[in-house]
């Protein structure tokens, strides 16, 4: 009988963690942003051009963000492993002593921890000291490329939706058309991320639609509060 390897979620954060931002900050951004121009001054085409603007605007911002934010982590590792690979050079046995410490504090009996820690050791320290002392492993190492261009496809998704009801909705209802289908949107996104991350779905949809009600909601009001004709 073949077992099956169990599915885990974490295995997804990386990107997961990327794409979900990106959509929600894509969506709700633009959407806020045509909101506002829309309680402003209802013209078609100055909608659309902020709606264009906004998605264009965002998804760059995002990529760049997120590339820069997760490449300062990327260097941070790579200098920790430098350091790692130093040590172990000059001073192994310390190293060696320092890794089963480890798994002793882990609940492993010294003698098992110091057997454990030697035949890992001889097999890869560096990929040893990593996963056990620095934290670094597979899953969760910094991938910056792969970051940003999640985060701009994901952005640049999220703000179709704001942008395609710009286009198409009836301009004097323009601010209730954004807003009924980004909260449309929002709850499939918050079903969709929950269901991949394995979380519950409801808290997850009530929170991202609590959220993104009060964002369009303020800019709404500050649309129609300071709002100027544009000729």
């Known amino acids: 009988m073949h077992h099956q390897l169990e599915k885990h979620y974490v295995n997804r954060v990386g990107w997961l963690r990327a794409a979900v931002l990106g959509a929600n900050d894509g969506l709700l951004s633009t959407t806020s ?11 078609r085409n100055t909608i659309i051009l902020a709606a264009l603007a906004g998605m264009i605007a965002g998804a760059m911002s995002m990529a760049a963000g997120e590339y820069v934010s997760v490449s300062s982590q990327e260097d941070t590792e790579k200098a920790d492993l430098a350091r790692e690979q130093r040590e172990l050079e000059e001073i192994p046995e310390i190293e060696l002593q320092e890794l089963a410490k480890i798994y002793e504090r882990r609940g492993v009996s010294k003698e098992t921890a110091m057997q454990v820690a ?15 002392e620095l934290g670094i492993n597979e899953i969760t190492q910094a991938k910056p490329l792969q970051a940003a261009m999640a985060s701009f496809a994901s952005f640049g998704l999220g703000a179709l939706l704001p942008f395609a009801v710009s286009l198409l909705a009836p301009i004097k209802q323009m601010v209730y058309f954004q807003y009924g289908f980004s909260i449309i949107f929002l709850m499939i996104l918050g079903a969709i991320s929950a269901r991949t991350g394995g979380s519950k779905m409801g808290i997850a949809v009530l929170r991202i639609c609590f959220w993104g009600t009060v964002a369009m909601g303020i800019t709404a009001l500050i649309g129609h509060l300071f709002g100027v004709s544009v000729a």
């Open 33 to 43: 942003i045509v909101i506002g121009v829309a309680a402003a001054s209802p013209d």
């Open 118 to 132: 030697t035949e890992l050791t001889a097999h890869d320290a560096l990929a040893a000291h990593a996963h056990d």
